[in-house]
């Protein structure tokens, strides 16, 4: 067969919609195996039934595929018929296609990967010889994140060995935390629990490089400031049956909260997490007014506004309203306050 012919289905040409993959010859009719993308006209599929139920190029058992859209399912017609014969005109099925792999893999299966990967992950067709079995993942598998089928979008294969679509996965490391808190579950599997990483789809890799820089910050400011709020004499640390005994890391994340500077983009400490107010999220709060004490203007503050050995760092601020520590600065009036007495300044 012409490897040029075969590859044209997934460059966005046509010219096999309209013709026989086996004898070339151009029927009204044509049936499409679901073993590959190879399309039969009734006489080609009639003397592959009498032989052995076997494609003729893959030499896989014969499955018939309907005429849907691989992405959204909905029934091709000549009318709605996309760049290749599994995909339709539906904008958000040509989205997803322009970001998949378009190459086809050793065995003359399609790749379910991205564009711009390093190279194609697996076969994911679980009767190919070259399936590998990672996870027990096929192409019946669905992503954790939106339990959709893999197969209706590009896919992204982790270090870890783990599918997910790529669009559920850009989207996760996009939107970051939920409210204001710095957490930083949307950079773990969702799966085995483990740091991300995409080290075969660069793209990817720098969102997760992103996080990573700020998790560090993170990691260096809580240790530095562990003793310092008397984190080492609490009875949960020095516990030997409890969940954080004499793990500096874990407990810190536990009690301390960091916002993101709108400014400078680096994590500053906010307090110690409350009980009480540490689960609620403010919706009004505009993320314009999280400012570190270094992007702040405390021009008219009262007291110390700057150490003469660390600088601004360790320098907290109270509300001016409730006399709680300070989470952000207020520039309509020059006012450092507390999340939860926003709606009070503002009356």
Sequence with gaps: ???????????????????????????????????????????????????????????????IKKDLCRYDLSQITPLNVGPCAE????????????????KLLKCNHLCYGTIGELKCSPCLQKKCENYQNIFNQDQDSNCIICLEKLTTGPLILLDCKHYFHRQCLLLRLISRW??????????FCSLCNV?????????????????????????????????????????????????FYHKKVDFAFYKFSYYLCYKCDNPYFTGLIDCQFGANVDEELDKS????????????????????????????????????????FLFWDNSLLWELSLKTAKR
Aim: aromatic share 10%; with cysteine.
């Design 178 to 187: 939920n409210g204001n808190r710095i957490t930083f579950s949307h950079v």
């Design 1 to 63: 067969m012409n490897k040029e012919i075969i590859n044209n289905v997934y460059n966005g040409h046509n010219e096999l919609d309209k013709s026989c993959f086996e004898c070339k010859s151009s029927k009204s009719t044509l049936t499409t195996l679901d073993c590959c993308i190879h399309q039969l006209c009734k006489k080609c599929y009639s003397d592959l039934n009498i032989k052995e139920k076997k494609c003729f190029r893959c030499n896989i058992d014969v499955v």
């Design 87 to 102: 995909i339709c005109k539906n904008v958000e099925c040509l989205n997803l296609y322009k970001f998949s792999c378009k």
């Design 195 to 243: 740091w991300i990483k995409c080290s075969n789809n660069p793209d990817i890799q720098c969102l997760v490089d992103r996080e990573l820089l700020i998790y560090n910050k993170v990691i260096e400011n809580s240790l530095n400031r562990f003793e310092l709020e008397g984190l080492h004499t609490e009875e949960a640390f020095n516990n030997p049956t409890g969940d």
């Design 289 to 328: 007014k999280l400012l570190c004490s270094e992007c702040s203007d405390l021009s008219g503050i009262e007291g110390i506004t700057e150490c003469e050995y660390h600088g601004r760092e360790y320098i907290l601020y109270k509300c001016r309203f409730c006399c709680k520590f300070s989470k952000f």
